[in-house]
């Protein structure tokens, strides 16, 4: 089963808009959760992760523990935010990445 | 932040021959390596998980035998693709992480294979 689940695999808004990815994991125990970047042509980084509670690029992601999820948002998109967006989820040593949503932010 | 290496960053071999890549923790020590594949455009898909010194874990479909794992050292872990064949051309991914690094997983620029 899935444990990560990032049901648009494609998101496009306007620049200066909200936007919100969205992540739904699946585990009952305490979950650590990470949003992954991936700028065109550069390897994946770390964005944020729920245990900082920071906000890194504008972008922030609050845990729901009651929906399972952990989506991540900015209230004005800019156009250097368009890239692959990867929400993972930590349970030990193991990792599962989520199937990732392109955003397009559109000038 | 840590950095992760990774070579080679292309290699093109011929159909039945078999690659090996790298992937290099450079300024820790990697108790943990990952591998991934990502197809064009898709998203990555774990293919194994390596502790230093130990057996790797692979993901359900992932053939153990074709794909080689080794995580020898603190700082290094190879994944060999045998006997590869197109099919298996495709961009391969590692990532660690550390015992100060919280979970945070670090990756590597990618090796792009391509089999003929």
């Known amino acids: 089963a899935q444990r990560v689940t990032q049901p648009e695999k494609l998101l496009s808004v306007f620049k200066g808009a909200p936007v919100e990815l969205k992540c739904n994991y699946s585990?009952?125990?305490?979950?650590?959760l990470f949003w992954y970047v991936q700028y065109s042509r550069q390897r994946l980084q770390l964005l944020l992760r729920?245990?900082s509670r920071e906000s890194i690029k504008g972008f922030t992601a609050d845990l729901n523990k009651g929906e399972t999820s952990f989506h991540l948002k900015k209230p004005f998109a800019q156009e250097e935010d368009s890239a692959m967006y990867y929400c993972?989820?930590?349970?030990?040593?193991?990792?599962?990445f989520g199937t990732g949503t392109s955003l397009t932010v559109i000038p | 932040g840590a950095v992760v290496s990774q070579h080679p960053s292309w290699v093109i071999c011929k159909s039945g021959t078999s690659v090996k890549i790298e992937c290099r923790s450079l300024?820790?020590?990697?108790?943990?390596m990952f591998w991934y594949r990502q197809f064009p455009k898709q998203s990555l898909m774990l293919m194994a998980t390596?502790?230093?010194?130990?057996?790797?874990?692979?993901e359900q479909g992932v053939e153990k035998d074709k794909f080689l794992i080794n995580h020898a050292s603190l700082t290094l872990s190879t994944l060999t693709v045998t006997s590869a064949h197109p099919e298996d051309s495709s961009f391969y991914i590692c990532?660690?992480?550390?015992?100060?690094?919280?979970?945070?997983?670090?990756f590597g620029p990618g090796t792009r294979l391509t089999v003929l």
């Open positions: 729920h245990i």
């Open positions: 585990y009952s125990g305490s979950p650590e």
């Open positions: 390596s502790n230093e010194g130990s057996k790797a874990t692979y």
């Open positions: 990532s660690a992480t550390g015992i100060l690094s919280y979970n945070e997983q670090f």
């Open positions: 300024d820790f020590q990697a108790t943990t």
């Open positions: 993972a989820l930590s349970i030990g040593n193991q990792f599962y």
